[in-house]
């Protein structure tokens, strides 16, 4: 059993500069979940996956930030004109949610983003 | 968005201690969660709390979930160096995300 998987796990790049991360959920997920964790803080939502289709997006997802999932299984975050303020870890998250067990949500290692 | 508050910030105890940290809300959550996070990882899933009231072990861990689904205690048993992490709790509201806390930072020393 493969858990939530994320590439790459770190990435230092210059601002003004594009970057993109790859996510693989577990395999019989159909839910896929972006988070952003910054130090001391919780994880805090950006954006939801149900197969392919992109349902919810926070307002924290900028216009700068793009996230797809084009066959339903892998997903990809792109963020564009990177800032500073960027810096952070990205977290992915798949669940396949069950009647009566809660929204269990596993996640994968991050990508650790530094906006030089 | 539902703000979950957890205390304390930070502990620091020994081993062989017992300990209780506490989440709460002023909002009602269907569910909440409760993770652990190393440095420089994602956040591992610990245990998910649906019923007012309910309550679930997990060898030394014992995790409650409050009566009117509001709050949530995590008590961990005679603490070991390898329960060091931060511990975050999550609640599950009308939408698809879950809404974390800020954690509980714990260091237990040998």
């Known amino acids: 059993d493969t858990g939530v998987s994320q590439d790459p796990r770190h990435k230092i790049t210059k601002r003004g500069q594009n970057v993109t991360f790859r996510c693989d959920p577990i395999?019989?997920?159909?839910?896929l979940y972006w988070y952003r964790q910054t130090l001391g803080q919780g994880p805090e939502f950006l954006t939801y996956?149900?197969?392919?289709?992109?349902?919810?997006k926070s307002r924290l997802l900028s216009d700068r930030f793009s996230a797809e999932r084009p066959k339903g299984s892998f997903s990809t975050l792109e963020i564009q004109r990177t800032e500073q303020g960027d810096s952070a870890m990205y977290l992915c998250?798949?669940?396949?949610?069950?009647?009566?067990?809660?929204?269990?949500?596993?996640f994968g290692p991050g990508t650790r983003l530094t906006v030089l | 968005t539902q703000l979950l508050e957890q205390s304390p910030q930070f502990l620091s105890i020994q081993e062989g201690e017992n300990l209780t940290v506490y989440c709460n809300s002023s909002?009602?959550?269907?569910?909440l969660q409760w993770y652990r996070q190393e440095p420089g990882e994602g956040p591992v899933l610990l245990v998910t709390?649906?019923?007012?009231?309910e309550v679930k072990k997990l060898k030394r861990l014992t995790f409650q979930f409050g009566d009117a689904r509001k709050d949530s205690s995590l008590h961990i048993t005679a603490a070991q160096p390898g329960d060091t992490g931060l511990y975050l709790c999550?609640?599950?509201?009308?939408?698809?995300?879950?809404?974390f806390g800020k954690g509980t930072s714990l260091l237990v020393t040998p």
């Open positions: 998250a798949s669940s396949h949610k069950v009647r009566g067990t809660g929204n269990e949500q596993f």
């Open positions: 395999s019989e997920h159909n839910r």
């Open positions: 996956f149900q197969n392919e289709a992109q349902l919810e």
């Open positions: 909002s009602v959550f269907s569910s």
């Open positions: 709390v649906v019923t007012g009231g």
């Open positions: 999550a609640g599950e509201d009308s939408g698809y995300a879950l809404n």
